[in-house]
T-cell receptor, first 115, second 112 residues
Framework: DGGITQSPKYLFRKEGQNVTLSCEQN?????MYWYRQDPGQGLRLIYY???????QKGDIAEGYSVSREKKESFPLTVTSAQKNPTAFYLC??????????????FGDGTRLSIL | SQQGEEDPQALSIQEGENATMNCSYK?????LQWYRQNSGRGLVHLIL?????REKHSGRLRVTLDTSKKSSSLLITASRAADTASYFC????????????FGKGTRLSVIA
């Protein structure tokens, strides 16, 4: 079955530590996205990538970094510069075409907490 | 950069009743999408309605779009306990090849 896999499901970060969230898709989608969701809130865009080896900042990129070395993979690193990282992180992908016109497919998220 | 804003924020109904959620948006769009999110899970795409469409159906879901009022509504008929979830509208951020912008969602509770 095609889909998006996020791992781990739960992650704990210590003070001053960088952590990396994994996102893999086998849908052959060109575009991938990372969102942050806080309790009772909508999704806020962190970073997105429309093609391999290229990515753009979203609305709240500070304290985060990404890479897109393979079409299937779009890992997100939450750096120590992100002072309030506790949130639910969602990865999504969409097929070729104007991004605003394409349905997005989501993984089941990673819940990140501070130790 | 919020495009869609859902109303109400929360809705509680009895099983079998209809649920209506509304979405208002700011700028002109060429399509609007609706998603569902079950607690602790990712979002699932429900329906995409284009600006030249006024109404679209999918099973028990009916979506309407009024571009003159910059609003859309999602109707779930004969609701079931399994419909309990948050529902989000999303639209293009602006013209060009830019990502979607999601609203804050409506939390629907269907009581058996």
């Amino acid at each position: 079955d095609g889909g998006i896999t996020q791992s781990p499901k739960y992650l704990f970060r210590k003070e001053g530590q960088n952590v990396t969230l994994s996102c893999e898709q086998n849908l052959n989608h060109d575009a991938m996205y990372w969102y942050r969701q806080d309790p009772g809130q909508g999704l806020r865009l962190i970073y997105y990538s429309q093609i391999v080896n290229d990515f753009q900042k979203g609305d709240i990129a500070e304290g985060y970094s990404v890479s897109r070395e393979k079409k299937e993979s779009f890992p997100l690193t939450v750096t120590s510069a992100q002072k309030n990282p506790t949130a639910f992180y969602l990865c999504a992908s969409s097929s070729t075409g104007p991004q605003g016109n394409q349905p997005q497919h989501f993984g089941d998220g990673t819940r990140l907490s501070i130790l | 950069s919020q495009q869609g804003e859902e109303d109400p924020q929360a809705l509680s109904i009895q099983e079998g009743e209809n649920a209506t959620m509304n979405c208002s948006y700011k700028t002109s769009i060429n399509n609007l999408q609706w998603y569902r999110q079950n607690s602790g899970r990712g979002l699932v795409h429900l329906i995409l309605i284009r600006s030249n469409e006024r109404e679209k159906h999918s099973g028990r879901l009916r979506v309407t779009l009024d571009t003159s009022k910059k609003s859309s509504s999602l109707l779930i008929t004969a609701s079931r306990a399994a419909d309990t979830a948050s529902y989000f509208c999303a639209g293009p951020r602006n013209s060009g090849n830019t990502p979607l912008v999601f609203g804050k969602g409506t939390r629907l509770s269907v009581i058996a």
